[in-house]
T-cell receptor
Framework: GNSVTQMEGPVTLSEEAFLTINCTYTATGYPSLFWYVQYPGEGLQLLLKATKADDKGSNKGFEATYRKETTSFHLEKGSVQVSDSAVYFCALSDNASGGGADGLTFGKGTHLIIQP | NAGVTQTPKFQVLKTGQSMTLQCAQDMNHEYMSWYRQDPGMGLRLIHY???????DQGEVPNGYNVSRSTTEDFPLRLLSAAPSQTSVYFCASSYGGLPNYGYTFGSGTRLTVV
């Protein structure tokens, strides 16, 4: 079956530090990969995505590259801000299963805390 | 632009009670789904629908029913609430009938069963 593994944290960094949140996956087909962000008290928001190998998704200074050879989709940001404090979820949609209509498989989420 | 609207935001139920969590979207999305979020578990799919009149089970469907009579609405029914159903519930929809386009999530319903 499909699975997503990510560091759970909490991850605590100082403002302007470099961020990496690791994400690895197992899938039966050729998945699309996503990062979602959840701010306190809110629903999840799509942060970025990549639909095929070597694609790079980027948004709001965050980047992640789809690495098929290492089955990874690590999230990075060069200089984090206090406003980036949130929970980050890595997820996949397995295109082998009828286009992924049976939903996204999520990691457990990484709680990121940025201190001023 | 309302997006995905979930009601209520908070609910407390007694064991054995039934209730319906409402979800509505105004983006003409074909695909809608329900997830529950539990600490340390991430999000798990309960039920999903690829269009009006079509529903299917996800990873954790037991104790829940859904129906999809219109494109806009996808209610989730708890038939007989149990403490194990204490969770935060999220409704999500997607353009094009596939989650590959990215989901739009509602803001969640926090349910406590006592």
């Amino acid at each position: 079956g499909n699975s997503v593994t990510q560091m759970e944290g909490p991850v605590t960094l100082s403002e302007e530090a470099f961020l990496t949140i690791n994400c690895t996956y197992t899938a039966t087909g050729y998945p699309s990969l996503f990062w979602y962000v959840q701010y306190p008290g809110e629903g999840l928001q799509l942060l970025l995505k990549a639909t095929k190998a070597d694609d790079k998704g980027s948004n709001k200074g965050f980047e992640a590259t789809y690495r098929k050879e290492t089955t990874s989709f690590h999230l990075e940001k060069g200089s984090v801000q206090v406003s980036d404090s949130a929970v980050y979820f890595c997820a996949l949609s397995d295109n082998a299963s009828g286009g992924g209509a049976d939903g996204l498989t999520f990691g457990k989420g990484t709680h990121l805390i940025i201190q001023p | 632009n309302a997006g995905v609207t979930q009601t209520p935001k908070f609910q407390v139920l007694k064991t054995g009670q039934s209730m319906t969590l409402q979800c509505a979207q105004d983006m003409n999305h074909e695909y809608m789904s329900w997830y529950r979020q539990d600490p340390g578990m991430g999000l798990r799919l309960i039920h999903y629908s690829v269009g009006a009149g079509i529903t299917d089970q996800g990873e954790v469907p037991n104790g829940y029913n859904v129906s999809r009579s219109t494109t806009e609405d996808f209610p989730l029914r708890l038939l007989s609430a149990a403490p194990s159903q204490t969770s935060v519930y999220f409704c999500a929809s997607s353009y094009g009938g596939l989650p590959n386009y990215g989901y739009t999530f509602g803001s969640g319903t926090r349910l406590t069963v006592v």
